[in-house]
């Protein structure tokens, strides 16, 4: 029986030649990050018109903005894992939807303490989409462009907290402040069906997934259109074996239990913890 041949999707990822595909991952994050440094701003934007219109101290408005920064910071740090078990993509489309929904709901906030809740929850999900819309932009760059990129996708963010304020004065101006929520919202929401549409996985995600590899073999043939693979090509991180960890008694993973007695060996980790417990000896090979 023929053996499987293997590819290494990293050294795909590094010998790709100015791949039209890899540009199109970069352009999607880019833009994602001009809209989310609109929505990151956009409160800044219509907080004058706002206290104008509900005739409210300036300094009540304080703990709004110490809100949304406060759930930008939660989402960033507690919820972009989450990419790790769902996959980059799903995480920066939800977050999109989610804090596009809040946006636009923010723009028929009746009081103070609404408009704060609403900041605070759509802060959760722009804290989890930023990072994972890095990590999923510089996983398809060769080695030598991954701060280029990083670079590129920050100057996105600046311009659209830049830009944004601009256009949300023409808007607050002539249709009042809801508008400028509005438009970050529905931006928000529209990008997201583009980037369900047309935003790749990540590959490495995938892989570790498992069962993936027709997946795997359409995204490596878009970067590398002289790659060739079949349905018995199996795609692989190169340096990292699976590693079969195993239940003891006590019912916890313990990276330490290797052996396979005492406890129930079970391949089928979730995603995360196959990274977590990968070992670069196969003790337990596939």
Same mark, same amino acid.
């Given at each position: 029986?023929?053996?499987?041949?293997?590819?290494?999707?990293?050294?795909?990822?590094?010998?790709?030649?100015?791949?039209?595909?890899?540009?199109?991952?970069?352009?999607?994050?880019?833009?994602?990050?001009?809209?989310?440094?609109?929505?990151?701003?956009?409160?800044?934007?219509? +907080? =004058?018109?706002?206290? !104008?219109?509900?005739?409210?101290?300036?300094?009540?408005? *304080?703990?709004?903005? /110490? $809100? #949304? &920064?406060?759930?930008?910071?939660?989402?960033?740090?507690?919820?972009?894992?989450?990419?790790?078990?769902?996959?980059?993509?799903?995480?920066?489309?939800?977050?999109?939807?989610?804090?596009?929904?809040?946006?636009?709901?923010?723009?028929?906030?009746?009081?103070?303490?609404?408009?704060?809740?609403?900041?605070?929850?759509?802060?959760?999900?722009?804290?989890?989409?930023?990072?994972?819309?890095?990590?999923?932009?510089?996983?398809? +760059? =060769?080695?030598?462009? !991954?701060?280029?990129?990083?670079?590129?996708?920050?100057? *996105?963010?600046?311009? /659209? $907290? #830049? &830009?944004?304020?601009?256009?949300?004065?023409?808007?607050?101006?002539?249709?009042?402040?809801?508008?400028?929520?509005?438009?970050?919202?529905?931006?928000?929401?529209?990008?997201?069906?583009?980037?369900?549409?047309?935003?790749?996985?990540?590959?490495?995600?995938?892989?570790?997934?498992?069962?993936?590899?027709?997946?795997?073999?359409?995204?490596?043939?878009?970067?590398?259109?002289?790659?060739?693979?079949?349905?018995?090509?199996?795609?692989?991180?190169?340096?990292?074996?699976?590693?079969?960890?195993?239940?003891?008694?006590?019912?916890?993973?313990?990276?330490?239990?290797?052996?396979?007695?005492?406890?129930?060996?079970?391949?089928?980790?979730?995603?995360?913890?196959?990274?977590?417990?990968?070992?670069?000896?196969?003790?337990?090979?596939?």
């Amino acid at each position: 029986m023929r053996q499987p041949d293997t590819i290494d999707i990293g050294s795909v990822i590094e010998t790709q030649a100015s791949s039209w595909y890899s540009h199109l991952v970069v352009i999607l994050c880019c833009v994602a990050m001009v809209i989310e440094g609109y929505d990151a701003q956009v409160l800044a934007y219509a +907080a =004058p018109a706002i206290i !104008r219109d509900w005739n409210i101290e300036q300094s009540y408005f *304080g703990p709004v903005f /110490g $809100a #949304a &920064l406060f759930g930008y910071m939660l989402g960033a740090t507690l919820l972009t894992g989450v990419s790790d078990k769902i996959g980059r993509k799903k995480v920066i489309v939800l977050g999109n939807v989610f804090f596009g929904l809040l946006t636009v709901a923010s723009a028929f906030a009746p009081n103070l303490d609404v408009l704060l809740a609403l900041r605070f929850l759509a802060g959760l999900g722009l804290g989890s989409s930023i990072p994972s819309a890095i990590a999923l932009a510089v996983e398809y +760059a =060769p080695e030598h462009h !991954r701060a280029f990129r990083v670079s590129i996708l920050f100057i *996105g963010y600046t311009l /659209g $907290a #830049a &830009l944004g304020g601009i256009l949300s004065a023409a808007l607050i101006v002539k249709f009042g402040w809801p508008s400028a929520f509005l438009l970050g919202g529905s931006g928000s929401l529209a990008l997201a069906l583009v980037l369900y549409l047309f935003l790749p996985e990540s590959a490495r995600f995938l892989a570790l997934l498992g069962g993936k590899e027709t997946e795997i073999a359409a995204i490596m043939r878009r970067l590398r259109p002289d790659l060739s693979s079949d349905h018995f090509t199996r795609f692989i991180i190169a340096d990292h074996k699976t590693v079969y960890y195993c239940r003891p008694q006590d019912g916890r993973w313990n990276p330490d239990e290797v052996s396979v007695h005492g406890g129930a060996c079970a391949p089928d980790l979730p995603p995360l913890d196959r990274v977590r417990y990968q070992s670069h000896g196969p003790l337990f090979p596939d």
